[in-house]
Protein backbone atom coordinates (compact mmCIF):
# COMPACT_ATOMS: atom_id res chain seq x y z
CA UNK A 1 0.00 0.00 0.00
CA UNK A 2 1.10 3.75 -0.47
CA UNK A 3 1.47 5.60 3.18
CA UNK A 4 0.08 9.58 3.71
CA UNK A 5 3.16 12.25 3.07
CA UNK A 6 2.94 15.37 3.99
CA UNK A 7 5.33 17.26 1.74
CA UNK A 8 6.58 20.81 2.67
CA UNK A 9 5.26 22.73 -0.40
CA UNK A 10 2.71 20.41 -2.15
CA UNK A 11 0.53 19.91 1.34
CA UNK A 12 0.18 23.67 2.24
CA UNK A 13 -1.00 24.39 -1.69
CA UNK A 14 -3.70 22.40 -1.41
CA UNK A 15 -4.46 23.84 1.69
CA UNK A 16 -4.39 27.54 -0.30
CA UNK A 17 -5.23 25.58 -3.18
CA UNK A 18 -8.63 24.71 -1.54
CA UNK A 19 -9.43 28.21 0.43
CA UNK A 20 -9.02 30.20 -3.22
CA UNK A 21 -11.81 27.74 -5.06
CA UNK A 22 -14.12 27.86 -2.75
CA UNK A 23 -13.93 31.63 -2.58
CA UNK A 24 -14.07 31.68 -6.48
CA UNK A 25 -16.87 29.24 -6.74
CA UNK A 26 -19.54 29.18 -4.12
CA UNK A 27 -21.38 32.04 -3.11
CA UNK A 28 -20.90 31.09 0.95
CA UNK A 29 -20.11 27.83 3.32
CA UNK A 30 -22.56 27.02 5.78
CA UNK A 31 -21.61 24.92 8.67
CA UNK A 32 -24.24 23.41 10.69
CA UNK A 33 -23.50 20.84 13.64
CA UNK A 34 -21.56 21.08 16.56
CA UNK A 35 -18.48 19.11 17.38
CA UNK A 36 -17.03 18.84 20.71
CA UNK A 37 -13.14 18.55 20.63
CA UNK A 38 -11.87 15.39 22.60
CA UNK A 39 -8.48 15.95 21.68
CA UNK A 40 -8.29 13.16 19.81
CA UNK A 41 -7.89 11.88 16.29
CA UNK A 42 -10.78 12.26 14.07
CA UNK A 43 -12.45 9.90 11.65
CA UNK A 44 -14.73 11.61 9.34
CA UNK A 45 -17.40 9.80 7.87
CA UNK A 46 -18.97 11.31 4.75
CA UNK A 47 -20.98 10.93 1.50
CA UNK A 48 -19.17 11.09 -1.86
CA UNK A 49 -20.58 12.80 -4.97
CA UNK A 50 -17.97 14.34 -6.61
CA UNK A 51 -14.64 16.03 -7.72
CA UNK A 52 -15.09 18.68 -4.89
CA UNK A 53 -15.43 16.20 -2.01
CA UNK A 54 -11.53 16.51 -1.08
CA UNK A 55 -11.49 20.17 -1.08
CA UNK A 56 -15.10 20.82 0.90
CA UNK A 57 -13.66 18.32 3.94
CA UNK A 58 -10.22 19.51 4.23
CA UNK A 59 -12.14 23.40 3.94
CA UNK A 60 -13.96 21.91 7.15
CA UNK A 61 -10.86 20.75 9.12
CA UNK A 62 -8.91 24.11 8.62
CA UNK A 63 -12.12 25.96 9.99
CA UNK A 64 -13.21 23.54 12.46
CA UNK A 65 -11.32 20.66 13.63
CA UNK A 66 -7.67 21.97 12.67
CA UNK A 67 -5.65 18.37 12.73
CA UNK A 68 -3.18 16.70 9.83
CA UNK A 69 -5.27 15.45 6.94
CA UNK A 70 -5.00 11.94 5.48
CA UNK A 71 -7.53 10.41 3.36
CA UNK A 72 -8.24 6.92 1.61
CA UNK A 73 -7.93 6.28 -2.13
CA UNK A 74 -8.26 3.78 -4.44
CA UNK A 75 -4.38 2.82 -4.81
CA UNK A 76 -5.03 2.96 -8.80
CA UNK A 77 -6.52 6.58 -8.68
CA UNK A 78 -3.62 7.28 -6.23
CA UNK A 79 -1.10 6.14 -8.69
CA UNK A 80 -2.69 8.30 -11.26
CA UNK A 81 -3.06 11.38 -9.42
CA UNK A 82 0.34 11.01 -6.71
CA UNK A 83 0.45 14.49 -6.06
CA UNK A 84 -2.85 13.46 -3.45
CA UNK A 85 0.13 11.45 -1.77
CA UNK A 86 1.82 13.97 -0.73
CA UNK A 87 -1.26 16.21 0.45
CA UNK A 88 -2.24 12.91 3.17
CA UNK A 89 -3.32 10.81 0.53
CA UNK A 90 -3.32 6.68 1.68
CA UNK A 91 -4.16 3.76 -1.01
CA UNK A 92 -6.20 0.81 -0.70
CA UNK A 93 -6.40 -1.93 -3.41
CA UNK A 94 -9.92 -3.80 -3.17
CA UNK A 95 -9.54 -7.10 -3.63
CA UNK A 96 -6.22 -7.88 -2.32
CA UNK A 97 -4.55 -9.34 0.57
CA UNK A 98 -3.00 -5.46 1.21
CA UNK A 99 -6.49 -3.89 2.15
CA UNK A 100 -5.61 -5.65 5.77
CA UNK A 101 -2.64 -3.80 5.60
CA UNK A 102 -4.38 -0.02 4.75
CA UNK A 103 -7.02 -0.85 7.40
CA UNK A 104 -4.06 -1.49 10.26
CA UNK A 105 -2.30 1.94 8.65
CA UNK A 106 -5.65 3.78 9.29
CA UNK A 107 -5.66 2.09 12.78
CA UNK A 108 -2.03 3.38 13.52
CA UNK A 109 -3.15 7.13 12.23
CA UNK A 110 -6.41 7.28 14.10
CA UNK A 111 -3.86 6.90 17.85
CA UNK A 112 -2.77 10.31 17.25
CA UNK A 113 -4.65 13.22 18.58
CA UNK A 114 -3.16 15.23 15.70
CA UNK A 115 -4.54 13.29 13.17
CA UNK A 116 -7.75 13.96 10.84
CA UNK A 117 -8.82 10.68 8.61
CA UNK A 118 -11.64 11.31 6.47
CA UNK A 119 -13.43 7.69 4.62
CA UNK A 120 -15.99 7.50 1.88
CA UNK A 121 -17.46 4.28 2.92
CA UNK A 122 -19.69 4.16 -0.52
CA UNK A 123 -16.20 3.11 -2.28
CA UNK A 124 -17.24 5.15 -5.11
CA UNK A 125 -18.61 8.83 -6.17
CA UNK A 126 -22.89 8.85 -6.67
CA UNK A 127 -25.23 11.28 -7.75
CA UNK A 128 -26.38 14.07 -4.61
CA UNK A 129 -29.62 12.51 -5.46
CA UNK A 130 -28.98 9.12 -4.88
CA UNK A 131 -30.26 8.51 -1.18
CA UNK A 132 -29.92 5.22 -0.69
CA UNK A 133 -26.24 4.80 0.81
CA UNK A 134 -24.39 1.45 1.33
CA UNK A 135 -21.15 1.28 3.10
CA UNK A 136 -18.52 -0.95 1.97
CA UNK A 137 -17.17 -3.44 5.20
CA UNK A 138 -13.62 -2.12 5.97
CA UNK A 139 -14.93 0.54 7.68
CA UNK A 140 -16.56 -1.96 10.08
CA UNK A 141 -13.08 -3.54 10.95
CA UNK A 142 -11.54 0.33 11.73
CA UNK A 143 -14.39 0.84 13.97
CA UNK A 144 -13.71 -2.85 16.09
CA UNK A 145 -10.34 -0.81 17.49
CA UNK A 146 -8.93 -2.30 20.75
CA UNK A 147 -9.19 0.74 22.24
CA UNK A 148 -10.70 3.71 21.32
CA UNK A 149 -8.58 6.15 20.62
CA UNK A 150 -10.58 8.99 18.04
CA UNK A 151 -13.83 10.71 17.76
CA UNK A 152 -16.03 9.56 15.12
CA UNK A 153 -17.86 12.56 13.16
CA UNK A 154 -20.94 12.23 10.34
CA UNK A 155 -20.71 15.11 7.51
CA UNK A 156 -23.13 15.69 4.58
CA UNK A 157 -22.23 18.07 1.61
CA UNK A 158 -25.05 20.02 -0.06
CA UNK A 159 -25.31 22.64 -2.91
CA UNK A 160 -27.81 24.62 -3.68
CA UNK A 161 -28.37 28.06 -5.83
CA UNK A 162 -31.26 29.28 -4.82
CA UNK A 163 -31.51 32.70 -5.62
CA UNK A 164 -27.84 33.22 -6.20
CA UNK A 165 -25.97 33.21 -9.49
CA UNK A 166 -22.96 30.92 -7.75
CA UNK A 167 -24.29 28.01 -5.30
CA UNK A 168 -23.55 27.61 -1.69
CA UNK A 169 -22.12 24.82 0.22
CA UNK A 170 -24.26 23.54 3.34
CA UNK A 171 -21.83 21.20 5.11
CA UNK A 172 -23.60 19.59 7.82
CA UNK A 173 -21.95 16.94 10.81
CA UNK A 174 -22.51 15.40 13.81
CA UNK A 175 -20.87 13.24 16.15
CA UNK A 176 -21.53 9.84 16.29
CA UNK A 177 -21.36 8.09 19.77
CA UNK A 178 -21.78 4.67 20.54
CA UNK A 179 -25.41 2.95 19.97
CA UNK A 180 -27.24 0.44 19.53
CA UNK A 181 -27.47 0.86 16.04
CA UNK A 182 -25.02 0.07 13.21
CA UNK A 183 -22.51 2.47 12.14
CA UNK A 184 -24.40 2.45 8.90
CA UNK A 185 -27.67 2.98 10.13
CA UNK A 186 -26.65 5.39 12.24
CA UNK A 187 -25.21 7.47 9.78
CA UNK A 188 -28.51 7.07 7.64
CA UNK A 189 -30.35 8.76 9.95
CA UNK A 190 -27.89 11.33 10.57
CA UNK A 191 -28.12 11.94 6.43
CA UNK A 192 -31.73 11.78 5.92
CA UNK A 193 -32.13 14.71 8.55
CA UNK A 194 -29.79 16.85 7.02
CA UNK A 195 -31.73 16.28 3.72
CA UNK A 196 -34.91 17.34 5.27
CA UNK A 197 -33.13 20.44 6.54
CA UNK A 198 -32.09 21.31 3.23
CA UNK A 199 -35.17 20.34 1.44
CA UNK A 200 -36.70 23.02 3.50
CA UNK A 201 -34.70 25.93 2.42
CA UNK A 202 -36.04 28.87 0.43
CA UNK A 203 -34.84 32.23 -0.58
Do not use: C
Amino acid sequence: MIKAKHHNFIYPFFKWLTKVLIKKNFEKVNFIGDFEDQHQAVLVIANHVSWWDGFWILNFNMKNTHRKFHFMMLEDQLRKHWYFNYSGGFSIKKGSRSILESIAYTKQLLTSPDNFVLMFPQGEIQSMHHHDLKFEAGINRIMKSEEKTFQVLFLANFTDYLSKAKPELYTYFQEFKDSNNSLESAYREFYNNALKQQQNLKS
